[in-house]
């Protein structure tokens, strides 16, 4: 069999290769299945974004290194031989070629089909059960990225937060499945780390919604959706959604508090961190951003009642989810568990500028789309959002003991 990867001409190999969808592996490593990845990219690619999971082993060996009709020893000595192996690379091309060489060698071996931009595709729907509101709120996951959205349906309708626009169909899919029709396309803020969906839901005849504050931005697209403001309410079915403003992330950005029981904050909190507060004016913005975020979260968040659930746009590897399986946490619960939100304004701001992570990757080409001043196609946009999304202050300094 002949391979063509990145314009090399890749060696034959005898063995049938198996593979796997994204799908089932990540089925596996939810189950707890111990999966051993050997990851075939360049060696920044993978330290910077790859496959992870309380049972997963990842070991990268670029793929160039199994080009030889003869591998190297010490090549083959970095693959275990006493286990099942499942090869990855950036889109399937190369892992097919790499795990068909070590087939041949007599390894078991399977490759992951698309790569890690079928990693990417991966997207589940978890209901969050400790939501006690009206309808229902369900929250979406990717795994590749962190990144996390909403959905609120009751009574024939629904409404969607912070979707992503790779996932247009899948949300009034989603909605159709729960006898209800998609209402409304909502944004916390103008993202850098994902390219919104908003609009093209809007073009799909779903009403969107952006911050007011988002406007001042820079968005070119205001006059095709609703702006809302502090203390706006949408209705979905019989349920409310109160627009609350929170800056700090960013300056327009605005959490949403679903019938005053489950309160999706975007990238103003999450459950194991807080916001970082350079996106948007950058290193000599970050601490006047870094004082809002202060303010925002003990004076319009930390007011709320300690019963309700939290819901932020994004997890990072230190969050564990809760028995229902969503990242979610009641605000009382944050305040106990998280040391941040129980600082002075001094120190508060100290912590979070001292050791912010590097920033999204592609943020200057995202920002720029969601405003809509830049124009990407769905390839485009796809490949523009793969990679950690680096939203959050760094977790490790920000959480409790």
Known sequence: ????????????????????????????????????????????????????????????????????????????????????????????????YVAGALADRGYDVRHLKDGMNGWASNYEAVEVEGYDGGGSVIQYQRPSTGCLGYMVVDDGEAAVIDPLRAFTDRYIEEAEDRGASLKYAIDTHVHADHVSGVRMLSDRGVEGV????????????????????????????????????????TSGMTSYLVDDAFLATGDGLFVESVARPDLEEGDEGAPEAAQQLYETLQNKVLTLPHDIVVGGGHYSDAAEPTEDGTYTATIGDLVDEMDALSMDEDDFVDLILSDMPPRPANYEDIIPTNLGQQVADDEEAFEMELGPNNCAASQESLAGD
């Open 1 to 96: 069999m002949h391979m063509d990867v990145e314009d090399l001409d890749m060696p034959e190999y005898e063995s049938d290769v198996e593979e796997t969808s994204a799908e089932s592996l990540l089925e596996e490593i939810d189950a707890g299945r111990e999966v051993t990845i050997l990851d075939t990219r360049m060696k920044n690619d993978f330290e910077e974004w790859q496959i992870e999971g309380d049972s997963v082993e990842s070991i990268n060996v670029p793929y160039f290194e199994f080009l030889d009709e003869e591998i190297a020893d010490d090549v083959l000595k970095q693959v275990p031989d006493d286990r099942e192996l499942t090869v990855v690379c950036a889109k399937g091309g190369a892992s097919e």
């Open 210 to 249: 952006i911050p007011e504050q988002s406007v001042q931005r820079g968005v070119t697209y205001a006059d095709d959706v609703t702006t809302v403001e502090d203390g706006d309410v949408l209705e979905v079915g019989e349920v409310e959604i109160e627009v609350v403003y929170t800056p700090g992330h």
